[in-house]
């Protein structure tokens, strides 16, 4: 961490077609080697998706798969007294979000639908309703965090 100076946050646009930056946020986690006009396909083409399987606005759908797989605490792992301990830490919006990001990224990537739209639309679509990797990656996570509750007083 610099001495110096704060650090000044870039600002994000909206996204061309829903006006939403978290939408945008996730286009540009998307992207891989600076080609954001192929995210954006890939994400909008999900969102198309997922407008024809549900008769819900898509962005709501989207909104909504984030916030079941954004998580509320995980586990730092600290060395105190020569053996390292996992503390469980609260997670804040910020960083949540973009664990939620990665996550379904990620095992959407690893599904075995024939493109990267159809991957991306299944993974949102079962986070949208609470089941699959994602989810279950959450709910790992909060149990690894609930396992070590004996050590948060090791949080300083």
Known sequence: ????????????????KYKSIILSKFINTVMQRGKK????????????IIDGKTKEEPIDVFMQAIDNVRPLIK?????V???NYQIPTEVNHKNAQA???????GFARK???KTMTE?????????????GASI???EDTHKMAEANKAFAHFKF
């Open 136 to 138: 279950k990656k959450r």
């Open 37 to 48: 006009s192929l995210s954006e396909r890939i994400v909008y083409g999900a969102l198309d």
């Open 119 to 131: 991957r991306l639309a299944g993974e949102l679509l079962s986070a949208f309703k609470k089941e």
């Open 99 to 105: 664990m939620a990001f990665r996550w379904i990224i």
């Open 1 to 16: 961490m610099s001495r110096r100076r704060k650090i000044v946050e870039r600002v994000i646009l909206p996204d061309p």
């Open 111 to 113: 599904r075995s639908e």
């Open 75 to 79: 586990v730092v792992s600290r060395r």
């Open 81 to 83: 007294g020569g053996s």
